[in-house]
């Protein structure tokens, strides 16, 4: 599984708004299911619902619910590269925030 930093990183979440504690168990196993089912719309799509609703829970106080998101949003992020953020570069590569690795992206 990605470290929580890089999570943080390829969801576009500051280290502020990560919120840790839980242990990975059959019930994010369930949530992640529950996301998965809109892998029809895309990838990155499943990623901004999972960082939406990380973000609304810290909002409401509801820190437990948001930790356990973040770790769905890490295991998302592990079984789905191809949702994470990747930053451009000047020339015109784009690098995946992992490792230093860089990778050509065509659209």
Not at 19 to 38: A, D, E, I
Not at 47 to 54: A, L
Not at 81 to 106: C, Q, Y
């Amino acid at each position: 599984m990605i470290t929580l930093k890089e999570c943080a990183e390829f969801a576009g979440l500051s280290s502020d708004e990560l919120v840790t504690g839980s242990v990975f168990s059959s019930k994010h196993r369930s949530l992640l299911s529950s996301y998965v089912l809109n892998l029809k719309r895309s990838p990155s799509a499943v990623r901004q619902m999972i960082v939406s609703d990380v973000l609304a829970a810290i909002d409401l106080g509801a820190s437990k619910h948001a930790a356990d998101l973040v770790l769905v949003l890490r295991m998302f992020l592990s079984k789905h590269p191809e949702a994470r953020i990747v930053r451009r570069m000047p020339d015109g590569k784009t690098s995946d925030m992992r490792r230093g690795a860089t990778i050509l992206i065509f659209e």
